[in-house]
């Protein structure tokens, strides 16, 4: 069998890549020979497709805002999602959904480091309860118990 190490599949050849596709997946499976070569020609006709339209499997460019376009959809009520412009309290839900995370989605609309992921009336509300529960305080030392009926030896 051909190895070779690609160090991105963008790289590789499709002939290659469905070499080493179809071999893994004829290790891991049972295969009856008639089978082969409609998983040969499947895998390649994929991975050709791929290997042809790269820019329509491409990340989608960064959106650069302005500021007035990353202050506007904070608001006390709710932050607004870039992606559907919806309102909410939190966005860390609804950017799993999409498939991002907080520093990916900041990324993609180019939003500064300390931008939101949480509504400022939502995120007091939450330091509210936590200083009912008296969390910004430590928690008590209890005293060290006393070494009783030991005496010095003298």
Avoid: C
Avoid at 15 to 25: E, N, R
Avoid at 31 to 53: F, H, N
Avoid at 98 to 122: E, I, K, Q, T
Wanted: zero cysteines; proline letters at 8%.
């Amino acid at each position: 069998m051909i190895r070779k190490s690609y160090s991105s599949a963008a790289t590789a050849e499709p002939v290659d890549l469905t070499i080493i596709v179809a071999s893994a997946y004829g290790r891991n499976h049972t295969l009856a020979a008639t089978d082969l070569p409609g998983l040969i020609q499947g895998t390649y006709s994929a991975l050709a497709v791929l290997k042809a339209e790269p820019e329509a499997h491409a990340v989608p460019k960064v959106q650069r805002l302005t500021v007035g376009q990353i202050r506007r959809p904070i608001t006390t009520e709710g932050l607004t999602f870039f992606v559907d412009g919806k309102p909410y309290m939190m966005l860390k839900r609804h950017l799993r959904r999409h498939g991002l995370d907080p520093d990916s989605y900041r990324a993609r609309y180019g939003l500064p480091a300390d931008y939101p992921m949480v509504a400022p009336s939502y995120s007091e509300r939450r330091s509210e309860i936590a200083r009912s529960f008296g969390l910004p305080h430590r928690r008590r030392k209890w005293p060290a118990k006393a070494d009783e009926g030991i005496t010095s030896g003298a």
